[in-house]
C-alpha cells in the first residue's frame, strides 16, 4: 500500500511538473497520474461535493474544484470537401486563461482536451505549478477529442438542472465528459455511454451535449424532465449546431445564444462543407461578448477550438486573437504547431 501510494504521489508530481505557460492566454499540462475513472464510474457522484470527496480520497489530497456558472458557448459540425470531419466550438465564459490537458490513462483512450483555468485556480500560475488543484483538470474538461476522433462538448442552458434518479448509477456532467473521451470512439458508444448513468448537472445549472465522431456523424443530447432526448443528423454529415438553448420542446427553458446560433445556421445552410479555416471564420463571427445576467462579469470567448476529427488534432486561438493559432494532438502529448503568430 505504501508503495502504492508513494508511486501515485511521484506521477502526480510528474504531473505538476509538466505545467507550462504557452503564451498569456494559454497553458499546457501532460496529465501523468492516474486519476481513477473507473473508480469515479463504479462509485457514482450526483454533485460536485460527491466528486470533489472522490477525488480527495483518490488524489490524497484536500484540494478542490472552485468551479462556476454562467457562461455561453456554440458547437457545429461539419465534412470539409476533401472529406476531413471537423467539429467547431467556441466557449465563452469569464475572462481567464485557458489550459490544454492531455491525458493517456491505462486501458483507456487518449485525449487532448480545454479546461478553464479559473475553475481550478484561480488563473494563479505560481499556484498551479504547485498546487494540487491542477491535479482535478482531467475532470474539468469542456470539451476535447480522444486518439478514436470522438469529440464531446458541454454546454450551458438556462432552465432547471437535470437530476435523474431511475436507479442508474450517479455521474455528473464533467464526469461524463471524461467518460466519453476516455471510453468511448464513436456517436453511438457515446449516447450508449451516457444511458447506462443518471445524469446530474453541476453548479445549478442546465446542460447539453454536441458528440461527434471521425466518420462524420454527430447528435445533440439534452435531458428535459428528467428524459433523455438524441437530435440526430437526417444523414452522416449533416452539419448540427447549438449554442444555449433547447433544441428540444422545454416551455420552461429560456432562450439564449439565438443571434450565435443563427449566424451559424446561415453560414452553414449557405456552405454546409467547410474547410478548418472557414471553421474558425465562423467561430470567429460567433464570438461572444455579454453582461453575465446572474454574475457581475462580462462573458467572453476564452477560447475557439476547431477539432480535426479525422487526424484527431485541435486547432486553438485564445480570447478571440485569430491572429494566433496553435494545432495540438491527442496522441502526441506536449507537442505545439504554431500555425499563425
Not at 488563473?123 to 476535447?144: F, I, K, T
Not at 440526430?232 to 422545454?250: A, D, I, Y
Request: one cysteine or more; a positive charge; aromatic letters at 10%.
Amino acid at each position: 500500500m505504501k508503495q502504492e501510494r508513494a508511486a501515485a504521489i511521484a506521477a502526480q508530481k510528474k504531473t505538476l511538473r509538466t505545467f507550462r505557460v504557452l503564451d498569456e492566454n494559454i497553458c499546457l499540462l501532460n496529465y501523468h497520474a492516474d486519476y481513477g475513472l473507473p473508480a469515479m464510474l463504479s462509485s457514482g457522484s450526483s454533485s460536485i461535493l460527491g466528486m470533489v470527496r472522490f477525488l480527495q480520497r483518490y488524489l490524497h489530497t484536500a484540494g478542490q474544484l472552485p468551479l462556476r456558472s454562467g457562461g455561453g458557448c456554440s458547437t457545429f459540425n461539419t465534412i470539409a470537401p476533401d472529406g476531413t470531419v471537423f467539429m467547431g466550438r467556441n466557449f465563452d465564459y469569464k475572462e481567464a486563461r485557458c489550459l490544454v490537458v492531455w491525458t493517456h490513462p491505462k486501458n483507456a483512450y487518449r485525449s487532448v482536451s480545454m479546461v478553464n483555468q479559473n475553475h481550478l485556480i484561480h488563473s494563479d500560475l505560481a499556484r498551479a505549478r504547485r498546487h494540487l488543484r491542477v491535479l482535478g483538470a482531467p475532470y474539468a474538461s469542456m470539451d476535447g477529442v480522444n486518439e478514436k476522433g470522438l469529440c464531446v462538448a458541454v454546454l450551458e442552458l438556462r432552465a432547471k438542472p437535470t437530476s435523474q434518479k431511475t436507479g442508474k448509477p450517479p455521474i455528473v456532467t464533467t464526469v461524463a465528459v471524461r467518460g466519453m473521451l476516455d471510453t468511448c470512439a464513436t456517436v453511438e458508444e457515446a449516447l450508449a455511454f451516457l444511458e447506462k448513468y443518471d445524469m446530474n448537472d453541476l453548479l445549478g445549472s442546465c446542460y447539453h451535449y454536441q458528440i461527434s465522431d471521425a466518420d462524420g456523424y454527430s447528435a445533440i443530447v439534452e435531458y428535459v424532465d428528467g428524459k433523455m432526448y438524441v437530435i440526430r443528423q437526417k444523414e452522416k454529415g449533416e452539419p448540427l449546431k447549438v449554442t444555449n438553448f433547447f433544441l428540444t420542446p422545454n416551455e420552461n427553458a429560456e432562450i439564449k445564444g439565438k443571434d450565435r446560433f443563427d449566424i451559424m445556421d446561415c453560414a452553414l445552410q449557405k456552405t454546409p462543407s467547410m474547410t478548418e479555416e472557414q471553421c474558425m471564420k465562423l467561430l470567429g463571427s460567433a464570438k461572444a461578448c455579454f453582461r453575465s445576467r446572474y454574475k457581475v462579469f462580462f462573458v467572453k470567448t476564452l477560447w475557439s477550438a476547431v477539432y480535426n476529427l479525422t487526424e484527431r488534432s485541435m486547432l486553438l486561438s485564445a480570447k478571440a486573437d485569430y491572429s494566433r493559432q496553435y494545432r495540438f494532438y491527442a496522441d502526441q502529448p506536449g507537442k505545439v504547431e504554431i500555425v499563425k503568430g
